[in-house]
């Protein structure tokens, strides 16, 4: 049989009240003593049965001078509330404005570097430039002959240039990206000729590598509506990143199939070294790379993974990345066809 609830008294809200009644002088330390024995006697016999009851029962203290502690426990209880939910609201405040200027602090800092970048990748260029020309009228002798010797030094030379190109390059699209000015010039692009013309440009570095590279395209693809340059680079660094961390006799694979009536999924899938589950996120932190001999004798600037996201979602699309150590990972991402667009 269930016990019907209890009601809710005044003094319930109360607590410890006999040592409060024992301060005030209103009772005894014997008589609360006698009072708490009674009410135990009372309550064993399954019935509700509280402290005050059992004083004005032994005739301890008269019930009004029991309510009149009561209300002003409770009264007392009140403000201490009251006071405390105030102190409350203040450090929350406190708190939510040191946030708000440790994030606008955060913001400022972030705006100065991408700043800073971009000064800095657009004085390099001019100099940058300099050299690439002298370099290319020596080694077409324009200059006078060279020795054998001498182009292999100069060409050497052309090949370290154009690294430090791309790396201005990426310096001064991470700066626009920083601040919003990365600006999609999308059209109708072919996505199976794009995906040709990347992957020659990358035929040379897969065969040094020793890394099979491949491209599984579905027929009839249509037209994507896409920035052909952006998405170009995107699979550009997406394929770089799989040749780099795949160990000779390994495989990438660039694939491409219908996924829906309006949209087409570009993967890039690597057998390389992979990338622990806890990880995955750090690869999209601009200029961080993931420990390991690995990762760092491959080099980089870390900030092509971080890039291609954010390209990838100025397309109003989302790069997925699914990855297994020692196996491998596959990033992926769908783009709208052009059909839908028009």
């Known amino acids: 049989m269930n016990k019907p ?29 006698r009072a708490l024995a009674y009410q135990q006697k009372q309550t064993a016999t399954g019935k509700q049965f509280l402290l005050g009851d059992a004083l004005v029962e032994l ?10 502690a009561i209300t002003e426990q409770i009264i007392l209880l009140r403000g201490a ?9 203040r450090r929350v405040q406190e708190r939510t404005s040191e946030l708000q200027e440790a994030l606008r602090r955060l913001s400022e800092l972030s705006q100065m570097k991408a700043n800073f970048v971009s000064n800095i990748s657009h004085e390099l260029r001019t100099p940058l430039t300099h050299v690439k020309g002298y370099l290319e ?28 190109e791309e790396i201005i390059e990426d310096l001064i699209m ?25 992957i020659n440009s990358a035929a040379n570095k897969s065969i040094t590598r020793g890394v099979k590279l491949k491209a599984l395209l579905a ?29 000779p006799g390994g495989s990438v694979e660039v694939k491409i199939k219908i996924e829906a009536e309006n949209l087409v999924m570009i993967s890039v899938a690597d057998t390389g070294i992979g990338i622990a589950p806890e990880r995955l996120q ?54 709208v066809t052009a059909s839908e667009n028009k």
């Open 219 to 247: 027929e009839n693809l249509p037209m994507v509506q896409a920035d052909p340059q952006k998405i170009g680079w995107v699979l550009n660094q997406l394929i770089d990143n799989g040749i780099k961390f795949t160990a």
């Open 137 to 164: 009228l020596m080694v077409t002798e324009s200059l006078g002959a060279i020795s054998e010797d001498q182009r292999h030094a100069l060409q050497v030379s052309q090949r370290s240039t154009a690294k430090l």
């Open 81 to 89: 509330l009251q006071s405390a939910n105030k102190d409350l609201e």
């Open 174 to 198: 991470f700066s626009l990206a920083s601040r919003g000015e990365l600006s999609m010039k999308l059209q109708n692009i072919d996505m199976r000729r794009l995906v040709n013309t990347v």
């Open 282 to 335: 750090e690869i999209f932190e601009p200029f961080h790379q993931l420990n390991g001999s690995s990762t760092r004798s491959a080099g980089g600037t870390g900030l092509g993974l971080s890039l291609v996201r954010q390209i990838i979602e100025a397309h109003g699309s989302m790069l997925e990345v699914s990855s297994t150590q020692e196996k491998g990972s596959i990033f992926k991402f769908p783009l």
């Open 59 to 68: 005739k301890l203290i008269k019930r009004e001078k029991l309510d009149q």
């Open 5 to 33: 609830p209890q009601q809710l008294s005044p003094e319930m809200l109360v607590p410890r009240l006999g040592d409060y009644l024992v301060q005030r002088g209103d009772i005894s330390e014997d008589s609360l003593i």
